[in-house]
């Protein structure tokens, strides 16, 4: 079936560091979303790419969808500590009823 | 307010014991699914309901059952929950598939199985 491979598991960076997290599929996507779960909370929705090649922007977040839309990345200039939490891509699967979820990326940022 | 909400939030239980964990969204979506999180895992889909009396397994079905009697509600049961059970789990709600499938999830309920 389909797998959604995310990277890196864990990632420290030192406040004002950027931050990017990898997200690839073994097979085409019609959509990625990206969420982010605050330690103790839920998974919370932030975007979702539709086009092959998109770019989108939140503040200090850049969202990128591949060309061959099989990899997605998510990328945070200059990290706060409000960015600590994980990030996890998502894709829909088993003919786009059923949704994948990567591994997510925990991000640590040190004060 | 929109939500999803789920109850209990937290329990302890013991082998064999059935349980029920109850998941409902006001938001009038079709789309309901059931999520595990396990360390190292992330989260992995049980079962997901794309309407009312439609189910259907994901990638993580074994040992559980779910219904979708009304719109609104779809509880996850457990018929003989065993150790391997322990985990967190998360409910969540979409609009639809495709295009507009932002998920909103509910809090969770952490399930400890001994």
């Known amino acids: 079936g389909q797998q959604v491979m995310q990277i890196p598991q864990y990632q420290h960076v030192q406040e004002g560091e950027d931050f990017t997290t990898y997200c690839n599929s073994s097979t085409t996507l019609s959509n990625i979303q990206w969420y982010k779960q605050r330690p103790g909370g839920h998974p919370v929705f932030l975007i979702q790419?539709?086009?092959?090649?998109e770019v989108k922007k939140q503040k200090r977040l850049t969202f990128q969808f591949g060309e061959a839309k099989k990899n997605s990345s998510l990328h945070i200039t200059a990290t706060q500590t409000t960015d600590v939490g994980t990030y996890f891509c998502a894709g829909p699967s088993g003919g786009y009823q059923k949704v994948t979820f990567g591994i997510g990326t925990k991000l640590q940022v040190i004060p | 307010e929109a939500q999803v909400t789920q109850n209990p939030r937290y329990l302890i239980t013991v082998t064999g014991k059935k349980l029920t964990v109850t998941c409902s969204q006001n938001?009038?979506?079709?789309?309901m699914s059931w999520y595990r999180q396990d360390p190292g895992l992330g989260l992995r889909q049980i079962y997901y309901s794309m309407n009312v009396e439609v189910t259907d397994k994901g990638d993580v079905p074994e040992g559980y059952k779910v219904s979708r009697k009304e719109k609104r509600n779809f509880p996850l049961i457990l018929e003989s929950p065993s150790p391997n059970q322990t985990s967190l789990y998360f409910c969540?709600?979409?609009?639809?598939?495709?295009?507009?499938?932002?998920?909103?999830f509910g809090p969770g309920t952490r399930l400890t199985v001994l």
């Open positions: 969540a709600s979409s609009y639809s598939v495709g295009r507009y499938n932002e998920q909103f």
């Open positions: 938001m009038n979506h079709e789309y």
């Open positions: 790419l539709v086009k092959s090649g």
